[in-house]
């Protein structure tokens, strides 16, 4: 064999450390187990999130068929129309929505994310969040707090 010549059968290919692949794989054990999670629990048709998403529905097919906020100020607690009023008048005109996650905040309050698209006034189109704070009070869930992305289109006062 000349001296030039290299000897693979000789070469030792180095393999991780057997504690490090173990933890590796646990990390991504758990970070898949609390994806699954998340998946499961802030999925607005899980079970346990059924009756927020049919006040949630109901609410937007309300308020989407007209400024008026008045058919939607039942969801809300105390019938407080007040809460939507300037949101729904800068929002235009209401194209679809979506209702992408329902988390747990307590026992008995849950928080809604809904996507929602518009055309303004100048026909221009936008997707907003809206975020969307319900308890369970007198049988019932309803609408405590609202605030929306929307805002930030609206004009500024100088």
Do not use: C
């Not at 049919?54 to 308020?63: A, I, K, R, S």
Request: no cysteine; glycine share 6%.
């Amino acid at each position: 064999m000349m001296e030039t010549d290299y000897d693979f059968r000789r070469r030792k290919i180095k393999v991780p450390n057997g504690k490090l692949s173990i933890i590796i794989i646990l990390l991504l054990l758990a970070a898949g187990g609390y994806y699954l999670y998340l998946m499961i629990t802030e999925n607005p048709d899980a079970a346990k999130n059924k009756d927020v998403k049919t006040t949630l529905v109901q609410f937007y097919n309300e308020f989407v068929k007209s400024r008026d906020v008045g058919p939607a100020a039942k969801y809300i607690y105390r019938n407080d129309g007040q809460l939507i009023v300037n949101y729904r008048f800068y929002y235009g005109d209401i194209q679809s929505y979506r209702i992408k996650k329902i988390q747990d905040i307590e026992a008995h309050k849950k928080k809604g994310l809904v996507e929602v698209r518009t055309l303004n006034w100048e026909s221009k189109e936008f997707k907003y969040t809206d975020t969307v704070t319900l308890e369970y009070i007198e049988g019932r869930w309803q609408i405590t707090n609202y605030w929306s992305t929307s805002s930030d289109g609206w004009p500024k006062l100088p």
